[in-house]
């Protein structure tokens, strides 16, 4: 005769549960690589499938932070025109009138910019950098895909056009 413990029941019911638990973690990884697998064939097939440094072109990069750079270049030029208004009568050789800046940041999980810097640039003004990133740093980009921050550097050209070059 088979008895039945609410003892052995409940052990039962909570074996099935854990199980039940655990196979839902583990669909959920599972789901996750695969659309993580999906996102890098797909950052492999766009753009060539390699940025300059060799590495997987970002789609987020080349796309949604592209875009806000380019939405936002007038107030990079703000800028720049402040600088060169300040400058415009100096004969020090050392003021550059045009060159790049390389800029970094990172674009937190809600598009908001974290720490925006100065990486490399040859203009010696303080004030022109602060106001580069004082802009930057208002800026709200997309959310990055899967919710990660995203690294950001971007080359900033800068030419002037008084002096008839475009």
């Given at each position: 005769m088979i008895r039945f413990d609410f003892k052995n029941i409940t052990n039962l019911l909570?074996?099935?549960?854990?199980?039940?638990?655990?196979?839902?973690?583990?669909?959920?990884?599972?789901?996750?690589?695969?659309?993580?697998?999906?996102?890098?064939?797909?950052?492999q097939s766009q753009q060539g499938g390699l940025d300059k440094a060799g590495r997987p072109a970002d789609p987020y990069l080349n796309g949604p932070v592209k875009n806000t750079v380019v939405k936002h270049s007038g107030e990079i030029l703000s800028c720049y025109r402040e600088y060169l208004e300040r400058n415009k009568n100096s004969t020090d050789p050392n003021i550059l009138k045009e060159g790049p800046v390389i800029m970094d940041w990172q674009v937190d999980e809600d598009g908001t910019v974290v720490s925006p810097a100065v990486?490399?640039?040859?203009?010696?003004?303080?004030?022109?950098?602060?106001?580069?990133?004082?802009?930057?740093?208002?800026?709200?980009?997309?959310?990055?895909?899967?919710?990660?921050?995203?690294?950001v550097e971007h080359t900033f050209k800068f030419q002037d056009d008084e002096n008839g070059k475009k």
């Open positions: 909570m074996i099935a549960v854990a199980a039940l638990v655990l196979g839902l973690f583990a669909s959920m990884y599972i789901r996750m690589n695969r659309m993580e697998n999906r996102y890098m064939q797909a950052v990486v490399r640039s040859g203009f010696q003004d303080a004030l022109f950098h602060s106001c580069l990133i004082k802009k930057i740093s208002a800026w709200r980009f997309p959310e990055p895909p899967f919710g990660v921050k995203k690294y």
